[in-house]
């Protein structure tokens, strides 16, 4: 399982206090799609994510905890973050995501397929985890999105670095 970190308030509904609450999302992600994945790995994942309120710090980020399950025994992941507002309008958002992962894909595989197919391990069990999302506000607390993560250790910790993506919808609700 991997933990990252990352996504946070698409939708606005506030509490008393003036903050946002707490919001659930669920998805479908394809694996190990997108711009940096070599495709080694295949299926599609169930993305859940709960996301906190925001911090009392500058920026006000948003922590979040969450997993994305493959099914066809591919790799999972659990992971933790915190969520950047970069852009607001009234039905819509961009959010910068940053956090780490826990993974249970392999750590090591064959050098020769690694070093002609980039068919590599992980390396490390715990890889850093970044992405965006964009969403659009369907309701009072209900927003929907696009999501798209990378996790991998690539500049950080020298080796075997396979890397994986992720792209694919959520549905957002606040509670």
Not at 15 to 39: C, K, M, N, Q, Y
Not at 62 to 81: C, D, I, K, M, Q
């Amino acid at each position: 399982m991997a933990l990252s970190v990352g996504l946070h308030g698409p939708v606005q509904a506030k509490e008393s206090g003036g903050h946002a609450e707490r919001t659930l999302a669920i998805g479908v992600l394809a694996h190990d799609h997108g711009p940096f994945s070599d495709h080694n790995e295949d299926g599609v994942d169930l993305n859940l994510e709960v996301q906190f309120a925001p911090l009392a710090f500058p920026g006000s980020p948003r922590a979040h905890l969450g997993v994305t399950a493959n099914f066809a025994g591919e790799t999972s992941a659990a992971y933790a973050g915190l969520g950047f507002r970069l852009h607001e309008q009234p039905k819509g958002f961009v959010d910068a995501l940053l956090g780490v992962a826990v993974h249970n894909g392999p750590l090591h595989k064959d050098p020769v397929r690694c070093d002609l197919y980039s068919d590599c391990g992980f390396g490390t069990r715990f890889l850093p985890r970044l992405g965006l999302e964009a969403g659009y506000r369907i309701g009072p607390q209900a927003t929907v999105s696009l999501l798209y993560d990378h996790m991998s250790h690539k500049w950080i910790v020298s080796g075997e670095n396979e890397g994986i993506d992720h792209i694919g919808l959520r549905y957002l609700r606040a509670f």
